[in-house]
């Protein structure tokens, strides 16, 4: 007898390769026209799957997983952060969670790397004048940023991205410094070259640049809250790829409007997609739409990911990028 082939469901719209793969091995419904699930229709799925395939744009809360069915076994997240998905409601409900980790870090440290340089240069800005038919031509004074070479980069967060973003940087001829819960294998901090400091209020208050690369959990809920943002020196530059939620943008939006802080480059944002529009009106301040992993190359490498995950699921094997059972 053929085994019965699990029920996937993919709350958005994958790479065409990945979709043409998921088919011949799965049933599966798709969402072809890549509309974000509306709570409805996530609890539909959630009742109907065996596994469920969602993204950062799914609110995975206990409401949802109370309304799974028995059926549901495995959460095959498309993305490394899993901050959306109710950990503890799954882990007792049994249910599997994996995650794609890796094949994003590289496309994450450019983005973060690109705002380290992009911010302090004045890019978006330079960019905007030209566009805006303005520019009045070359002037010793015009359109000054600051230099990154030799300054003082501070990573909160030295997991794999963190410790990409310090490469690239290190190529920069910044100086790599970091905080993170656990201290580095000293081989890894050697080859590094990056200054370990087990207080966070100490390495914010003396860095030129900081650049935000931890998950976000109950823990680092606005880790970088008001108190310690200011901490940081009024000529310091702060970058955030991870989640908004890592930093109260509010209290961040305060100080960019006082002067508080040279500027800030932000991909991530507290109530994505919707933004605080006063961060428009703020010049030394570059806005991205979520795209530190948007690249087609690592879309494509997640869902193969995503598939490995299922499929070794399904064929009765731990899948290997589980998130659950593994940690919490
Ligand atoms: C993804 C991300 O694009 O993987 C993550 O944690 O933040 C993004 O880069 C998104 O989360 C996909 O669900």
Redo the contacts with the bound molecule.
Sequence with gaps: MVAKKPLVVVTRKLPDVIETRMMELFDCRLNHDDHPFTKDELVAAVREADVLVP???DRIDAGVLGQAGEQLRLIA?????VDHIDLNTAQQRGITVT??PDV?TED?ADMAMGLILAVPRRLAEGERLIRSGKWAGWSPTHMLGHRIYGKRLGIVGMGRIGQAVARRARGFGMTIHYHNRRRLHPEIEQELEATYWESLDQMLARMDVISIHCPHTPATYHLLSARRLKLLREQAYIVNTA?GEVLDENALLRMLQRGELAGAGLD?FEQEPSINPKFLTLDNVVLLP?M???TIEGRVD?GEKVLINIKTYADGHKPPDRVLPNLV
Excluded: C
């Design positions: 993204t950062i744009t997240n498309f993305g490394t952060g995650n794609t994003l994450t989640r991530v979520h530190g992993s948007a997640m």
